[in-house]
């Protein structure tokens, strides 16, 4: 049977309500580090946990494979489930009200969301690609700068999610058009990549 299109309304009261921890404790075996918890990934196979959960932002992010996203997402990539399955089944779970759409709302308020979310999505992988970076060995001269020169805490970096862009516009274009197959006009809407003025590349 086809999921009836949510309303807004239904969909940002999931939002409000769901709690990453609480989602993700259900499937990983979570343990506590600073404000953290960290566990083994569910998304590729590991003996060493570098599956980091931060309830402060709800997001989650792997340092091993590079995934990451709140606790909708986590539920979409796991279960391959769509985004009105998982907040229908998020609704229920924390007995949030369901509304639904009159049909001839459904096509554009659908086409607003879907953008939104999408925008939301980039930007937090972005976000997730430029602090796995900084862990990496080409990140190590500005690791180094943040914990020696500016004295910020391990703690601190993770948490305000400061990263490092490594050169070249062609790494994060790889990254997001070519490796997780996002469309280019997708990250020139939000600001990510822009052509340059010559027409050749970003």
Same mark, same amino acid.
């Given at each position: 049977m086809e999921i009836p299109r949510l309303h807004p309304d239904t969909i940002e009261e999931v939002k409000q309500k769901i709690d990453i921890y609480d989602v993700i404790s259900d499937y990983v075996v979570l343990?506590?580090?600073?404000?953290?918890?960290?566990?083994?990934? =569910?998304?590729?196979g590991e003996k060493t946990p570098s599956f980091s959960v931060s309830p402060t932002k709800q997001v989650y992010y792997c340092f091993g494979c590079a995934e990451g996203g709140n606790a909708i997402k986590f539920l979409m990539e796991l279960g391959k489930q769509s985004f009105s399955d998982v907040i229908f089944d998020l609704a229920r779970r924390y007995q949030v009200p369901i509304k639904t759409l009159e =049909?001839?709302?459904?096509?554009? @308020?659908?086409?607003? !969301?879907?953008?939104? &979310?999408? !925008?939301?999505?980039? !930007?937090? @992988?972005?976000?997730n690609f $430029?602090?796995?970076? @900084? $862990?990496?060995?080409?990140?190590?001269?500005?690791?180094? $700068?943040?914990?020696?020169?500016?004295?910020?805490? &391990?703690?601190?970096?993770?948490?305000?999610? @400061?990263g490092y862009a490594p050169g070249g516009w062609e790494t994060l274009y790889r990254y997001l058009i070519e490796q997780k197959h996002y469309p280019i006009h997708l990250a020139e809407a939000a600001g990510l990549i822009s052509q340059r003025k010559t027409g050749n590349g970003y």
């Open positions: 343990k506590k580090r600073g404000k953290d918890y960290v566990g083994l990934c =569910p998304f590729h =049909p001839e709302q459904r096509q554009e @308020l659908q086409r607003q !969301l879907s953008l939104r &979310e999408q !925008l939301y999505e980039i !930007l937090a @992988l972005t976000a $430029y602090q796995h970076a @900084l $862990y990496q060995n080409q990140g190590e001269i500005a690791l180094n $700068y943040l914990k020696k020169k500016r004295q910020l805490t &391990e703690e601190t970096i993770r948490q305000f999610q @400061l």
